[in-house]
C-alpha cells in the first residue's frame, strides 16, 4: 500500500517512477508475548493513513468479537490473520505488511513471541535490515526480550530499535525508561549491536508512533515513524567482495550464452576481469544485461546476466567473482545452526546442504554445544531438537565456495534438507574459521621474543614481590564438573585478600563468556580455553600477582601444556579429587543431564596438592590451599 500523494491523480507514471526509485527497508517486530507488537504495526499502519476503508471496516467488526480492547478498535487485527491467532491473542505465524511513505518504502514482519515459534521468528528476520524489539514498560527486560535479542544479533540485524511500549500504563514515567534502557543496555553488552535506539512509546493510543505525544514532553528523540524514515543503511551493504552466484545458464541461441542470477555483494562493470569458482578460469566481463537492456554496470542486489569474453566452464552452483577477493573455498566450516524440525539433528545423519545455488551432500560431523537462547550459556548436547540454536561443525562431500555471515549474509547461510522427506530442517550461519584439521594448533606457537614485556617494563620482579609481600605463582585448580573448583578458587581468594595479598581468579566458566565465547565443549576447544586462560595467568604472574585456575582441563597432556606454558617453576596444579556421584549431586550447570556426553577426566600423574572434596568443606579446602602456598613461599608464614 502507498501513501496518498497529489500525483496518482495528476501523472501517474511521474508517481510509479518516484515510487521505483525510493529505498526499501525491511525491518520485523519481536519481543515477549503481549508486548504489543501486532498493535504496533496495526497503529503505525492506522495513523499512517494506509488501510482500505472495506479493510478497516472488516477490523472493526472483528474488533467487537476478537479484539482485546473492549469492543474498541484493535489494531493487532490487522496482522493477526490466522483464526487460532485471533482466539489464542496470540501471534503464531510471520505476517508480512507493505506500506511506504513518501521517504520510503517498507515490508514489515511481526514475528510471533512465544518459545515454540522460535523458527518462526529467525525466518522473518533472515531477510530483515533492522528489528523492532518491544518491552512491556511494567515488566522491563525478560527473558524472551533476551532471546529474541540474541537471535537479531546471530542473524546479522545491524540496526535494532528498542520501544519501550505501554508508556500510559506506568503513568508516562521517565524513571521507569530510564531503568528499562540501563538494563538493556547491561545486557546487550555481550551481543553483536552495532547500533542501538530506544524510543518510549504507547502503541495502543499511538504516542510517539507516527506523532510526537504531549504526555512525553521528556522525550526529545525521534518519533517511531520517523526513525524508521531516517536510519542509514546505505553502508549495510557489501560493496567490496564482488560474488555473483550463477542460478542459471541462459542460451537462447547459438550466439548468446549468459550466466544468470543475483548480485550477493559487490559491483561488477563491463571489461572487469572475473574468476569463475570452483574452476579458477579467467574472463572478462563483456556485457551486464537486464530486463530494461544492457547496463554499464551493477550492483547488489540487483538481478542480471553476465556474458563472458572467453568460452568458459560454468554452470549453475559457480560462482564469479574477483581474481584477488575470493572466498573460502571448502567442504569444512563452522556454523551456528538454527533447527526447525520436530525430528531432532542427528550428528553422521546425510542431509542436503543448499547454498545459493548450490545442493551439495553432507553431514553434521559435529555438535560443539547448543546455546540457551534465555540465558546465553553453552551447554553440552548430543543433538539438536525444535526451536534450539547451537554451534557445529559441517563437512560437505564436495568444496564449495563461502562467506562468513557476518561479512555475507547471502554466500555465508544456508539451508537444511532432509534426504527422504525433501522438508527444511534447519538454517545455517557460517562462522569464518577455520576447524578440524585445518585448525592451528596455537600451543605450538613459540614467540621470538617470549619476555619483551618484562624487559619493557621499569618495574623488576623483585620490586613487585617487595610491593605485594608475596611471590607470583599460578595455581591450576583442576577436578571432575562439580569437584567444587570455582567455589574453592573465590573462597582461596578471600583468604588471601584478607591477609593483604594481590590475587586473582580465573574461571572457566566466565571466560566463556568473554574470550571464549567462540567455543565449545570438545577436546579442541576444552584445549584451547585453557591455552587463553594460561596465557593471562602468565600476564597476571609478570605483574607479581596470585592467580588461581579453575579449570576441567581434562586432559593430562594439555595440563602440562599449560604448565610450561605459564611456567612451571611457579605454577602448581591442585587435584580436587572427587568420586563422580557427588559430583553429580553437587552438579548445578547440568554437566551430568543424561542427554549430555560424560566428560572423559584423567586424573593428574602428579599434582602438587590433593585436595577429597567429597570429604572436606569448601572452607577446609581452601585452608589447606592457603597452607600449601605458605609452605612454598609464595605468601608469608
Known amino acids: 500500500m502507498s501513501h496518498h500523494s497529489d500525483l496518482i491523480a495528476t501523472n501517474i507514471d511521474e508517481y510509479l517512477a518516484q515510487h521505483e526509485r525510493k529505498e526499501l527497508l525491511r525491518f520485523i517486530t519481536c519481543g515477549s508475548v503481549d508486548d504489543g507488537k501486532s498493535t504496533l504495526i496495526g497503529r503505525l499502519l492506522y495513523d499512517s493513513k494506509m488501510i482500505y476503508e472495506d479493510q478497516l471496516a472488516a477490523i472493526e467488526k472483528a474488533s467487537a468479537v476478537h479484539g482485546t480492547t473492549g469492543g474498541d478498535f484493535d489494531p493487532a487485527l490487522l496482522t493477526d490473520g490466522l483464526k487460532a491467532e485471533r482466539e489464542q491473542g496470540i501471534t503464531i505465524d510471520v505476517a508480512y505488511r507493505y506500506f511506504s511513505t513518501a521517504k520510503r518504502k517498507f515490508i514489515i514482519a511481526d514475528t510471533p513471541g512465544h518459545v515454540q515459534y522460535t523458527r518462526n521468528m ?28 540474541f537471535i537479531v544479533s546471530l542473524l546479522g540485524i545491524k540496526h535494532i530499535l528498542i520501544a519501550i511500549n505501554k508508556m500510559d500504563l506506568v503513568d508516562f514515567d521517565p524513571a521507569v525508561f530510564e531503568r528499562i534502557r540501563s538494563d538493556y543496555k547491561d545486557f546487550s553488552a555481550r551481543l553483536d549491536i552495532p547500533d542501538l535506539h530506544f524510543i518510549p512509546i504507547s502503541a495502543l493510543n499511538g504516542d510517539n508512533v507516527v506523532d510526537s505525544s504531549d504526555a512525553m514532553s521528556w522525550y526529545n528523540g525521534p518519533t517511531l515513524m520517523g526513525f524508521l524514515e531516517s536510519v542509514y543503511i546505505g553502508s549495510d551493504r557489501n560493496l567490496e567482495d564482488f560474488r555473483f552466484p550463477v542460478q542459471f545458464v541462459n542460451r537462447p541461441h547459438l550466439d548468446f550464452r549468459g550466466f544468470c542470477g543475483t548480485i550477493a555483494s559487490g559491483i561488477v562493470r563491463q571489461g572487469d576481469e572475473v574468476m569463475v569458482l570452483p574452476s579458477r578460469k579467467t574472463s572478462h566481463v563483456k556485457s551486464i544485461v537486464t530486463f530494461e537492456g544492457e547496463v554499464e554496470e551493477a550492483h547488489a542486489p540487483l ?8 568460452e568458459i566452464d560454468c554452470s549453475r552452483g559457480d560462482m564469479i567473482i574477483r581474481p584477488g577477493n575470493s572466498p573460502r573455498l571448502e567442504q569444512k566450516f563452522e556454523a551456528m545452526m538454527v533447527w526447525m524440525a520436530d525430528d531432532a539433528l542427528v550428528p553422521g545423519k546425510q542431509y542436503l546442504f543448499k547454498q545459493t545455488a548450490n545442493l551439495v551432500t553432507g553431514r553434521i560431523s559435529q555438535l560443539r554445544y547448543q546455546v540457551d537462547v534465555n540465558t546465553l550459556h553453552r551447554q553440552e548436547t548430543p543433538s539438536l531438537k525444535l526451536n534450539q540454536i547451537g554451534r557445529c561443525s559441517v563437512q560437505l562431500d564436495r568444496p564449495i565456495a563461502f562467506d562468513g555471515y557476518r561479512r555475507n549474509r547471502t554466500t555465508g547461510a544456508f539451508i537444511v534438507i532432509d534426504r527422504i522427506t525433501n522438508v527444511t530442517v534447519g538454517a545455517g550461519m557460517i562462522i569464518d574459521r577455520a576447524t578440524g584439521e585445518e585448525r592451528h594448533d596455537h600451543w605450538d606457537d613459540v614467540p621470538e621474543v617470549q619476555e619483551s614485556d618484562r624487559n619493557l617494563s621499569h618495574v623488576t620482579e623483585e620490586e613487585r614481590q617487595a610491593r605485594f609481600g608475596q611471590k607470583a605463582a599460578t595455581l591450576l585448580l583442576t577436578g571432575l564438573p562439580g569437584a567444587g573448583k570455582t567455589s574453592t578458587a573465590y573462597a582461596v581468594e578471600r583468604i588471601l585478600f584478607d591477609g593483604g595479598h594481590a590475587v586473582a581468579v580465573l574461571d572457566g566458566q566466565n571466560l566463556r563468556l568473554g574470550i571464549s565465547r567462540d567455543l565449545g565443549f570438545g577436546d579442541e576447544d576444552r584445549s584451547e580455553n585453557l591455552r587463553r586462560a594460561s596465557e593471562l595467568a602468565k600476564v597476571v604472574n609478570q605483574s607479581g600477582l596470585v592467580c588461581i585456575l579453575a579449570m576441567v582441563a581434562p586432559k593430562e597432556e594439555i595440563r602440562q601444556k599449560a604448565v610450561e606454558a605459564i611456567g612451571r617453576e611457579r605454577t602448581y596444579v591442585v587435584h580436587l579429587d572427587c568420586d563422580a556421584e557427588t559430583c553429580q549431586k553437587r552438579d548445578e550447570e547440568g554437566h551430568y543431564d543424561k542427554n549430555r556426553p560424560e566428560v572423559q577426566y584423567q586424573s593428574p600423574e602428579s599434582p602438587d596438592l590433593v585436595l577429597e572434596t567429597g570429604n572436606i568443606t569448601i572452607h577446609q579446602a581452601a585452608q589447606k590451599v592457603v597452607e600449601f602456598l605458605k609452605e612454598k613461599g609464595v605468601v608469608p608464614e
Open 122 to 149: 529467525a525466518t522473518g528476520a533472515s531477510t530483515a535490515d533492522l528489528a523492532i524489539i518491544l518491552i512491556d514498560a511494567r515488566h522491563g527486560v525478560l527473558e524472551q526480550t533476551k532471546r529474541h535479542s
Open 303 to 310: 538481478a542480471v546476466t553476465l556474458t563472458l569474453e572467453d
